[in-house]
Each structure stands twice: as C-alpha cells, then as structure tokens.
C-alpha cells in the first residue's frame, strides 16, 4: 500500500483503514459468541493490542516522557480522550473519556479492546507487555491501570 500523507495533522502514515464504530460492535460479538464470554474478551484486548502496537510504531525507542508519547500515539486511535494520570515506569493510569467502545459496545461491558489498544500502545514505546485493571467511573469513562509484566 502506499504511504498516506495526511496534511491536517502533518504526519506521514500507511497501511491505514477506517472502518464504522459498528465494526467494533460486530467484532465483539463474533468473538464473545463463537469463542465464549472469557476467550471472547482475551481475543478483543489482543485486536487491541495490535491495533496499539501499529499505532506506537513512530514512537518506539523514545522513553522519556511516557505520557506525552502516549497521547500523541492515542491520538490516531479515535476511541475516547485520554488523559494520563500518572506515568513511570513502573506504574501507568490513564482516565479515557466519551469511549467510542462503551457506546457501541454496552456501559456493562469491560473495554477490552480499548485497554489492549492503550496497552499496545505501551508495549510498543517501552518495548515490554504490560497488564491492565480497568475501573468504571462514569457511564463512558474509565480508569486505566497499567503495570509492566
């Protein structure tokens, strides 16, 4: 594919697809109704993670300020405003807002694949996984816990 430059926000990318909010409602119920509930859920946050690992690809190499590269790299992503909270090494909590997978999704279900994205994201700036804990504060806000395994 060729690369794709974007002149309103300056910056040079490929392999770009852009699909409805409804893809990801379809994607979520292929996944929970053919693999189960709990296979179902795992696979969403590894689609995630991919998703956040392509997006971290411009910013690898780079760890000196975490949550600057975080936002610039979530930006591209289009699911919800994020908001870093906190930002070591060893510990990343990040509150993300109007969540484009909530309302798609459901309120009552937890955002796998927004989580896998931001952990993605992660993983691919400080070039390790990390796990996640997600905690509902509001009907389309989440708070996000992020410890390197």
């Not at 430059?5 to 697809?17: E, K, N, P």
């Amino acid at each position: 594919m060729e690369d794709f430059y974007d002149s309103d926000i300056g910056a040079q990318t490929a392999d770009i697809l852009v699909l409805p909010s409804s893809f990801l409602k379809t994607l979520w119920k292929e996944l929970t109704e053919g693999l189960g509930l709990i296979k179902g859920q795992e696979a969403f946050f590894r689609c995630g993670e991919t998703v956040g690992e392509s997006l971290a690809a411009n910013y690898s190499g780079d760890t000196g300020q975490i949550d600057a590269l975080l936002n610039r790299a979530w930006a591209e992503a289009g699911l919800g405003l994020l908001f870093v909270l906190e930002a070591t090494p060893e510990r990343v909590v990040c509150k993300v807002e109007s969540l484009l997978e909530v309302n798609v999704i459901g309120i009552s279900e937890p955002c796998n694949f927004t989580s896998g994205c931001i952990a993605g994201v992660l993983k691919g700036i400080m070039q390790h996984p990390y796990s996640v804990e997600e905690d509902s504060v509001g009907e389309d806000v989440r708070i996000f816990t992020f410890n390197p395994v």
